[in-house]
């Protein structure tokens, strides 16, 4: 099972904001890739294809964004910013209950 996270600066950032997209398995509790955001979020298609991940944790999103990636069978999770350690722990690991 794998999970997309925004990322800039090292955290959890918003979508539109972010440079970075890292791939989570959260089976095997191991960040897979640290990809470039792409520019154009058409091209996000691609990388689902690619990686099959069923969520993606973002601190902000725009709505016509966030329709584009559900549409595309990944749903959208709005989150606070954080670390991405932080994150990982509270939704995957259990360390942050």
């Known amino acids: ?3 997309l996270i925004t990322v800039k600066d090292n955290r959890v950032s918003g979508f539109e904001e972010a440079d970075k997209l890292l791939v989570y398995n959260a089976e095997k509790g191991v960040v897979e ?9 058409s091209l996000l298609e691609e990388m689902v294809e690619e990686y099959d991940p069923w969520l993606l944790f973002t601190s902000s999103i725009s709505e016509d964004n966030s329709d ?4 595309i069978g990944v749903k959208v999770i709005v989150t606070r910013a954080r670390s991405i350690e932080e994150l990982i ?3 995957f ?5």
């Not at 890739?33 to 979020?41: F, R, S, T, V």
């Not at 690991?93 to 209950?97: E, L, N, Q």
């Open 68 to 71: 584009v990636i559900e549409e």
């Open 89 to 91: 722990d509270e939704y």
């Open 93 to 97: 690991t259990g360390a942050g209950k």
């Open 33 to 41: 890739k640290n990809l470039e955001k792409p520019a154009d979020i």
């Open 1 to 3: 099972m794998r999970v």
